[in-house]
Each structure stands twice: as structure tokens, then as C-alpha cells.
């Protein structure tokens, strides 16, 4: 049975893991609901390799609650895997195998690899991939090698789709293929977790963002949330100086440029908070622009701003549930 739109897929609260003086996780929280494409984004060594691995219930948490499709992500394991698909970030096949037999193993692992739906599914995305399944694995490339690993989990049917850094050495033509196959994931109510270094991917795809650093959340919400933190550019041209943009709340970066030419139009440029935009459109509507162009931050931005952010104070760990 399907989970309803309205229950969690992965409900984290509080992750510990140490290793040692080391703290990979440091209360982190996450929460996936069912039919959602779920952004996970963070630096190298932000702690996102570390969550995943619990999901899969690789390792064993020194601390908090994780629950992955209702169950335990290690007491549950064989239940819970098979009704998840994971793509690593980076691929390692077995080298005499063929690429259309790695896609066999790899799904033989779930058990689904001979049913109809698999087996037609498998054929549509090695078309839609270009991959040649004739061919040793050994001399694959790394994006071929990566192909494997798309195509033998996004053939199955599954609840929760785990991908970690899952374009890695694709080129161009094939990321826009990967996208568009992760929206027909979408359409069909499956969840996606999707970590991601390429910010363009994460916002074209998903429609929620976690951002950690230190093994923390630091940010959770929609992009449209994000942005309510975070600052628009404008970019303004009129005839004269625009009075009173200084003295508005949230205006920072306020720069005045008079052209040096005979029209003598002044170029204003500032960065405006959410509260203060209303404000600063009607100061400049005042002033009947010539040009204006108003730019909400890209998710590139507003990962920027969450890591000027400095930390806030250490939680204590509670027992592992």
C-alpha cells in the first residue's frame, strides 16, 4: 500500500553520530514526506554521505529517532530495502559483468528483476540513457558507470528513491534526462530524496530544500520559503536619485551610478529583504523608472546566506530510539 502524501517517508529528529572526538552528525533533523522531490544540500563533509548510510542502516547512531517507510532502518532493513532504491555518487561495477548484467544484479538485490514491469521499464531507460548494455563494465566510463546505477534503480517500482550525488560525471544531455525522469517519479507519487551539489538540479527538481553544515539543519522549507529569509537584487534606472531608499529597513548594498553621457540617468542597484520590498517599489514607482528589473536570489544565493550564518548552541544527545 502506498503512503498518503500527508505521512513521512524519513522522520529524523535529533542525529547523533560520533566517532570519537569526531561529530559527523550533531542534531540533525530531516523530514521526507511521501510524494515529495526532497533537496538534501551541504558542503563535503556537512554530514549528508552519514545520514543516507543510517537510512540504509548502514551504521548505528550514537543518538536520536530515525524512522525510514514507518520502520527501523536497521531492525527493518529487509522489509524497508525493498521498498527503496539507491544511487551512489560514485559507481563501482563488477568489471568482467556486462552493463545490461550489472543492472541484473543490482536490482536482483530487491528481487524484482524478472517481472514485466521492471524488465520494461529497464529497456526504456537504456534507450533514454544511450547506454550500451553489451559492453564489459570495465570500460565503462564514470558516467556510463553511473548510468548502470540510474537505470537499475529507476526501473523499479519502489516507495523511496535515495539519490546521492546521482549525475555525477554525466554530461549535459543526459542530466536533462535524469530530470525529466525524476518528474515522472513525481507524477507517479514516489519520494525522492536527492542530494546534490548542482544547485540548478536541486531547483528545477525538488519542491523542498534541507540545508545542513556541521552535521546540523540549518535551513528547511520550500525554495518560496528560503527566499522570505533571503534578499532580492534591483536594478533601477530613472531620471533622478530615488529619495529615502537608505532610510528603508532591509535596503543593504545600495549603489547610485550617474551615466556619463548627455541624458545623465542614474543606475541605482541594491539588495532588499522580503519585508522592506514593498517599501522600495513604491519609492522607486515615485519615481517613474525608466528600466527595472527585480531578481528573487537563486538557490545558489540563498545556500550562500545559510552558510554566513554562524551556528547556534549545541543540543544535547538523547538515547537512540
Not at 537505470?151 to 517500482?157: E, R, V
Not at 507517479?188 to 519542491?207: F, K, N, P
Not at 549603489?255 to 532588499?272: M, P, Q
Request: glycine share 10%.
Amino acid at each position: 500500500m502506498r503512503q498518503s502524501l500527508s505521512e513521512s517517508v524519513i522522520r529524523a529528529r535529533g542525529l547523533h553520530k560520533h566517532y570519537g572526538p569526531v561529530r559527523a552528525l550533531d542534531g540533525l533533523d530531516l523530514t521526507v514526506s511521501a510524494g515529495e522531490v526532497h533537496g538534501f544540500l551541504g558542503p563535503n563533509g556537512a554530514g549528508k554521505s552519514t545520514v543516507i548510510r543510517a537510512i540504509l542502516g548502514q551504521l548505528a547512531l550514537t543518538a536520536g529517532e530515525l524512522t525510514v517507510l514507518g520502520g527501523h532502518p536497521r531492525a527493518d532493513a529487509p522489509t524497508i530495502h525493498r521498498r527503496l532504491a539507491y544511487v551512489a555518487g560514485d559507481t563501482a561495477l563488477w568489471p568482467h559483468l556486462t552493463g545490461g548484467e550489472c543492472i541484473d544484479v543490482i536490482a536482483g538485490f530487491r528481487g524484482d528483476v524478472h517481472t514485466p514491469a521492471f524488465q520494461r521499464r529497464r529497456g526504456e531507460l537504456i534507450d533514454r540513457f544511450e547506454l550500451d548494455p553489451t559492453r564489459r563494465a570495465r570500460t565503462y566510463s564514470k558516467g556510463n558507470r553511473q548510468k548502470v546505477a540510474l537505470i537499475a534503480a529507476l526501473s523499479a517500482d519502489v516507495d523511496l528513491y535515495l539519490l546521492d550525488e546521482p549525475t555525477s560525471g554525466l554530461d549535459p544531455l543526459m542530466e536533462a534526462v535524469f530530470q525529466e525522469t525524476v518528474g515522472q517519479l513525481r507524477e507517479r507519487g514516489r519520494t525522492v530524496l536527492l542530494s546534490s551539489h548542482i544547485l540548478d538540479e536541486v531547483e528545477a527538481l525538488c519542491d523542498r530544500v534541507t540545508i545542513i553544515r556541521g552535521g546540523r539543519t540549518v535551513s528547511t522549507g520550500t525554495l518560496d520559503d528560503l527566499r522570505a529569509h533571503t534578499q532580492t537584487v534591483i536594478t533601477v534606472t530613472t531620471d533622478r536619485s530615488i529619495a529615502g531608499l537608505a532610510a528603508i529597513a532591509g535596503v543593504t548594498d545600495l549603489t547610485e551610478r550617474i551615466a556619463d553621457d548627455a541624458d545623465g540617468a542614474v543606475h541605482t542597484r541594491l539588495r532588499c529583504a522580503a519585508t522592506a520590498l514593498a517599501d522600495v517599489i513604491a519609492a522607486i514607482g515615485a519615481h517613474r523608472p525608466r528600466a527595472l528589473t527585480v531578481r528573487p536570489p537563486s538557490l545558489d544565493e540563498m545556500f550562500l546566506e545559510q552558510y554566513r550564518t554562524q551556528p547556534t548552541s549545541q543540543p544535547q544527545p538523547e538515547p537512540v530510539r
